[in-house]
């Protein structure tokens, strides 16, 4: 938001100042990370790609059985008021959705009242540029049905990137319990080799990002299972999501090919929709 | 808490009525399940194998790099605060350690304050038999580092347990990557086999639990890699944790044996600390 103003956020229907905004302590979300979200860009006051989020949250909520209380519209209504509360124009939302507060047990209640939080942070633009490492202490769980929703459990991602930081790296790449490339912490891979791009497939415990989604769809990358091998190989690697396309200029400490027509056909994607 | 008395939380310090504590919507134990929990058995006022559970948590806690800003002797005075402002005499105690607050973003923050939360519930005695299904939805992933910690990613337990209740079961057992069982949505598992008591090994993904430790300890169960077919051929199957030792009279549809002798002798573990 503007300096100065004062961070808004919308919380089940109620635009409220931040600092008030009141989780419940024995909201599940928090208590056993049972919930999902979405990070969705925003430019020109107009959030990107809404229609594809939406999509998978609610995919995401229907295989967690959650009921979301909103209509699409409803929701992109909501997000229209958080832009406007917090005064910003270039910004990212993230909508978090929990199945609600319940009385301690891993058991779902029968009757819960999902949380629904929308906040806003203004647009800093990501280093179009950064280093990489293979994580070693983690693995994805290609196994779990969670590798293909945005659940919030990203433990295994936070121990991976602080792994990164701990070795000098920007970021990290998660190989799956195979050892075969799974995802980065935040982002999908697209790896190029002879001169067209790849990326891990949701099989192989890829996130089915909605940037990645839409390079499948105009056909300018496609699935593929990729060895840690494939990556150092790389004509040009790169981390995807809906805010940005970041190049991977060293990974575990090998230089990367730089490939800048490549990737800048691959960036051009960001700004298509359809 | 004894009826029409508020439920109070020890929230960071303060203790106060839970419909007041507020946890704030950028935590990251909210936002992205970055934090641990403890669950502890309260017998007439006193909480059981406090030394353990927070020797648990500090592993935890330093594995994942977050700073623990109480004692062990601040924390059980915090327990003991809590169990009295709800007159709770037998209870469950639930300690909930995040990293505080932070910007959107996986990496953890350089400067941030973790958030500590107690909550107590009246005991309620679990039922002593149930029946079990093995989970076909996930996998427990016995390559990540968490399996070994008490984290707040608790979505697979959650599916796992959705599915048993859709099936008609009280619980599932959760097999690991490789096809092994590994531990049931919120307890190890003991299976009898030759007059002994086995469980699941760390390194197959099983949770290092309170109870587990305790049973291992005094010699009253070994680890074992142990497949679908040990469970089935078991001459007693139970679920143990720190709260509880039920035993599993049917596993997907198949009676397993009572060994109601053994059964008690485990359960007797639940009685004794040192």
Redesign the interface.
């Known amino acids: 938001m503007p300096e100065g103003q004062e961070s808004v956020?919308w919380?089940n229907g109620a635009l409220l100042a931040?600092r008030l905004?009141?989780?419940?302590?024995?909201?599940r979300?928090?208590?056993?990370?049972?919930g999902i979200?979405e990070?969705i860009r925003v430019r020109n006051a107009v959030p990107r790609q809404v229609r594809h989020h939406l999509a998978r949250l609610r995919r995401g909520a229907e295989q967690?059985?959650i009921q979301i209380p909103l209509t699409d519209a409803d929701i992109s209504a909501a997000f229209n008021q958080t832009l406007a509360a917090n005064g910003l124009v270039d910004a990212?939302l993230?909508l978090?959705l929990?199945r609600g507060t319940g009385?301690?047990?891993?058991?779902?209640p029968a009757n819960v009242t999902p949380t629904m939080?929308i906040?806003a942070?203004a647009w800093v633009e990501p280093p179009s540029q950064i280093t990489a490492m293979i994580c070693q202490?983690?693995?994805r769980?290609e196994?779990?049905?969670?590798s293909g929703l945005k659940?919030?459990?990203?433990?295994?991602?936070?121990?991976a990137?602080?792994e990164a930081?701990q070795r000098g790296a920007d970021d990290a790449i998660l190989l799956n319990?195979q050892g075969n490339a799974a995802e980065a912490?935040?982002a999908n891979l697209f790896v190029l080799k002879g001169g067209k791009w790849f990326t891990p497939a949701v099989r192989d415990g890829a996130l089915p990002g909605i940037f990645r989604a839409r390079a499948l769809a105009v056909d300018a990358a496609r699935e593929a299972t990729l060895g840690p091998g494939d990556l150092l190989a790389a004509e040009a690697l790169c981390f995807g999501n809906a805010l940005a396309v970041r190049s991977v200029s060293r990974l575990d400490g090998n230089e990367i090919r730089a490939n800048p027509a490549e990737v800048a056909e691959l960036r051009a994607i960001l700004e298509t929709e359809d």
């Open positions: 956020v919380l931040a905004a009141r989780i419940d302590p024995s909201d979300g928090l208590t056993l990370g049972d979200f990070t967690l059985g990212v993230r978090t929990t009385p301690r047990g891993v058991a779902p939080l906040t942070a202490t983690t693995r769980n196994f779990s049905p969670l659940s919030l459990n990203y433990l295994d991602n936070i121990l990137c602080r930081r319990t912490t935040a």
